[in-house]
């Protein structure tokens, strides 16, 4: 489970403008950055969503390739326009695309899984 340490951990990268943990079931469990509590829940629930739609791409691509390695998915990233969500496990933090660096990111983020 993410702390507030380890949310503000996420929130000193580069380019990060809000950080959270969500459940599998898309609820919202903490957060912290420059975001409301509502933008916060559609967030969460955005980032489980697709999570468990990258698990079942996955889930289905091995299936049918008979290669192993895709499932589970531990971490994911999904951008557009100026901003990218960065997730690993239940943790993501939301950043900036032209000031993240991805590296630090995903080694950060892969502390919490």
């Known amino acids: 489970m993410a702390t507030i340490s380890k949310l503000k951990e996420l929130m000193s990268l580069p380019g990060a403008v809000a950080a959270g943990e969500f459940a599998d079931d898309g609820r919202l469990i903490a957060y912290y950055g420059d975001i409301d509590e509502k933008s916060a829940e559609i967030a969460a629930m955005m980032c489980a969503a697709n999570k468990l739609m990258g698990n079942m791409q996955a889930k289905g691509w091995s299936a049918?390739?008979?290669?192993?390695?895709?499932?589970?998915?531990?971490?994911?990233?999904?951008?557009?326009?100026?901003?990218?969500?960065?997730?690993?496990?239940?943790?993501?933090?939301?950043?900036?695309?032209?000031?993240?660096?991805?590296?630090?990111?995903?080694?950060?983020?892969?502390?919490?899984?």
């Open 64 to 113: 049918y390739t008979g290669e192993g390695g895709f499932y589970p998915v531990l971490g994911f990233a999904v951008a557009g326009g100026k901003y990218a969500a960065c997730i690993m496990g239940n943790v993501g933090v939301f950043v900036k695309l032209d000031q993240a660096d991805f590296d630090k990111v995903f080694e950060t983020l892969s502390k919490y899984i």
